[in-house]
């Protein structure tokens, strides 16, 4: 079982930045891949970005290239996603999941946790 929180959420100007956190309970977080989603009310889950298991393959939505980073840090149990250049249409719930595959996926049906969520806001 793993239980995941996240953090970091909030109200930014368009041109900001925001980190958030997803902190996971559990041993075994280092053997999973990671992945951020994000949902407007009314609309689908869609993908962000997500990690591999070590770190050291990521993927990301094309929406987000260039502008979002995904990392973690196995040590603490934490993934992050460091958001630069917000814009408005970022501007959603975003929650953190994980994958007991360990390969970084995409698909939301792969991941088996999932996080409860946090608000970002991005105002024009």
Same mark, same amino acid.
């Given at each position: ?21 997803? +902190? ?24 962000? +970005? ?47 999941? +994980? ?26």
């Amino acid at each position: 079982q793993v239980q995941l929180v996240e953090s970091g959420g909030g109200l930014v100007q368009a041109g900001g930045s925001l980190r958030l956190s997803c +902190a996971a309970s559990g041993r075994t977080f280092s053997s999973y891949a990671m992945g951020w989603f994000r949902q407007v009310p009314g609309k689908e889950r869609e993908f962000v +970005a997500a990690i591999s298991w070590s770190g050291g393959r990521t993927v990301y939505a094309d929406s987000v290239k260039g502008r979002f980073t995904i990392s973690r840090d196995n040590a603490k149990n934490t993934v992050y996603l460091q958001m630069n250049s917000l814009k408005p249409e970022d501007t959603a719930g975003y929650y953190c999941a +994980a994958d007991s595959f360990g390969s970084p996926t995409a698909r939301a049906i792969q991941y088996d946790y999932w996080g409860q969520g946090t608000q970002v806001t991005v105002s024009s």
